[in-house]
């Protein structure tokens, strides 16, 4: 007789090999600690300018902030990119200054240290809408 297996069996065998192959994948994500970062963007000379705040003073330094203007179509498109300073301060100078609705974001970045992965989460500013 040969050996076959039969549905229930050979669905039992899949679902057993998927929950591990979970398992596995998940246990190094329990070394992740997830950090918030928050972006405020001021309007006012140099346009446009802020800060990046968090509670954790390393997702504050050399941050990726990037400024984009809403297009019509419902696109955006960037206008300029930067990095933070040692305080969270950061500047993308737009000149010249049309009218729309301008947002600027803080990229996510992590780093690792001693077999954990510290995740400085994204964020978005409001918007700002110049007339």
Known sequence: MP???TPK???TAVLALAFSGVTISAAPAANT???DSRI???QTFPAFHGKVKSHNEACVDNRLVKVFKKKRSGGRKLL???HTDEEGKWEVIVDPLSSGVYRAIVKQRS???AGTTFVCLRDKSKRAVVD
Do not use: S
Request: charged content about 20%; proline content about 6%; aromatic content about 0%.
């Open 3 to 5: 050996n076959t297996l």
């Open 80 to 82: 300029g990119k930067t």
């Open 40 to 42: 405020i963007m001021r």
């Open 111 to 113: 780093e690792g240290t």
């Open 9 to 11: 069996p050979a669905l």
């Open 33 to 35: 600690v997830e950090i």
